[in-house]
């Protein structure tokens, strides 16, 4: 009876551990999904065509704004800081599209933003912003197809793989 109820256990648990997704294929799935559904707010002049860009790197969710050939702004919030994220439709008759905000622990100012030298790979830090969120813009194309309910998880499941036991979500329902 041991032997069987041991088997068993090894057996369920093979078989979660194989249908959840890894940290690395979370962390590319929502990069793919934000830059096929990026939002670049069409009301400042400043922004370069398709310039608004996600990526994940040693823990930290950067998302880069291209500003000229230049200048590129970047904000970073350590993924293990989120606790709490919000999404929201965005009102039609601004620029349509969803704004998904990402929150630090108690909020908290755990947002790094400043200037990205790209050529160098240069972060310059600015010391007097602080900030304990940070927002992502889609496009209204971003609701079709059940993708923000799958962001939510993939959001929940990435934070929870960085060591973060619970992410409160305050949202309104697709």
């Not at 690395?24 to 065509?49: A, H, M, P």
């Not at 930290?60 to 050939?69: A, Q, S, T």
């Not at 800081?81 to 108690?106: H, P, R, W």
């Amino acid at each position: 009876m041991k032997y069987k109820l041991n088997t068993l256990m090894i057996f369920l648990f093979t078989v979660q551990s194989m249908s959840a997704q890894t940290k690395k294929e979370t962390e590319e799935w929502i990069i793919t999904k934000f830059q096929e559904y990026s939002l670049v707010n069409n009301r400042d002049n400043n922004l370069l065509g398709n310039t608004h860009t996600l990526t994940i790197q040693n823990g930290n969710l950067i998302l880069f704004d291209k500003l000229n050939n230049d200048t590129i702004l970047y904000e970073k919030i350590p993924i293990n800081k989120i606790s709490t994220f919000d999404m929201s439709e965005v009102e039609k008759k601004y620029e349509g599209g969803y704004a998904l905000y990402l929150f630090c622990q108690n909020r908290n100012y755990c947002i790094e933003q400043g200037t990205f030298i790209e050529g160098q790979n240069k972060f310059i830090k600015d010391n007097s912003i602080n900030n304990y969120h940070i927002m992502l813009r889609l496009n209204s194309g971003f609701g079709e197809n059940n993708i923000p309910n799958r962001m939510v998880k993939a959001i929940k499941h990435l934070v929870k793989l960085y060591g973060v036991k619970e992410i409160k979500e305050e949202r309104e329902a697709f």
